[in-house]
């Protein structure tokens, strides 16, 4: 009976998630999308598109170092956000002083640079022995959420 309850729970999340987002081809979305993503990223290659409620989010990567990216356009065009995977060295000192001040024992793991419109925010993952952070910090170094990871 446990069993075929963990069954029907995990077959609804899997509906719930493939409702979501999903993924569409790259003829299915409007030449305006298309023509927007091309122009901001031309050099963008392994993409995959989906549609996330009313936003088309395009996955890619760019560069030599094959920087990870992601992208939510409107029906115009018009690029809504981005985030772009950053090294730990491109995050300004603002938000590298904080980090060193208020989480000393910690290393930097992973960090994004969110863009929204004229909104600029960094998504920090700081690691410790047994301990793990997600902290979003404004442009400034102030911290906009910590969640424990």
Request: proline share 2%; aromatic share 12%; net charge negative.
């Amino acid at each position: 009976m446990k069993s075929v309850f963990f069954l029907a729970v995990t077959l609804m999340l899997f509906n719930l998630c493939a409702i979501q987002a999903q993924n569409i081809m790259q003829s299915q979305i409007p030449s305006l999308v298309i023509n927007g993503f091309q122009q901001m990223f031309p050099k963008a290659y392994d993409i995959e598109w989906e549609m996330d409620g009313d936003k088309y989010k395009v996955e890619f990567e760019t560069g030599i170092l094959r920087t990870e990216h992601e992208g939510w356009f409107d029906n115009a065009g018009k690029l809504a956000r981005h985030e772009e995977e950053i090294s730990k060295f491109d995050l300004p000192q603002t938000i590298q002083t904080k980090i060193n001040s208020d989480f000393g024992g910690y290393r930097i793991d992973d960090s994004e640079k969110v863009t929204e419109g004229d909104k600029v925010n960094y998504i920090v993952e700081l690691k410790a022995f047994k301990e793990k952070w997600k902290v979003a910090y404004d442009a400034a170094g102030n911290i906009l959420s910590r969640i424990a990871d």
